[in-house]
Every structure is written in C-alpha cells, then in structure tokens.
C-alpha cells in the first residue's frame, strides 16, 4: 500500500459548514474501511488534511472524488504521495 496526502483547499465556506456532517461520515466510513489513516482541519480555517491508504494515485483520486466536500464544490484538492516512515507504529 501506498500513503497520499491530500490537502483539502477552501473554495466555498457555506458549502463546507453546510456539508460538514457528509464529509465526516464519509471520512469515518472509511476509517473504518482502512483506507483513511489520518485527518483533521487547519486551525486558520485554510481546509484540511487527509491521509490516505491506496494502491496507486489513481485509486487515491478516485476515493478523493467520492468525498461530498470534494463532489459538492466545497473544497479543492491538491495530491501527493507520502513516503511514511515505517518504523512507527499507529
């Protein structure tokens, strides 16, 4: 498995507050599927960060696109790959 970070960029803040509740039920989902190890807002309001669990890139932005704060217009993306240390535990 491959780590991707991506960073989830304000574009619209009523989209976002109103959308709010869907994107976080779509992140625990999946948490839960193992495919989300990590994420949380920028305390200045800029968006937020997500890491995810995927094969490849393209497995990556395809999960990215599912998220409602993504499909919706609220926010942008920006996708990296994560080189994670591997000698930590989580």
């Known amino acids: 498995m491959k780590y991707f ?3 989830l960029s304000m574009q619209d ?3 976002s507050r109103v959308h709010r509740p ?3 039920d779509f992140l625990a989902g999946q948490r839960e599927a193992g495919t989300v190890l990590m ?3 920028f305390t200045d309001g ?3 960060l997500i890491i995810y669990r995927a094969e490849d890139e393209e497995s990556a932005v395809s999960l990215v696109k599912q998220d409602p704060y993504i499909s919706l217009g609220a926010r942008d993306y920006e996708i990296h790959e994560w080189d994670m240390e591997t000698n930590y535990e989580f």
């Open 5 to 7: 970070a991506v960073f």
């Open 13 to 15: 803040e009523e989209l």
């Open 22 to 24: 869907e994107h976080l």
């Open 39 to 41: 994420n949380g807002r």
């Open 46 to 48: 800029a968006g937020g």
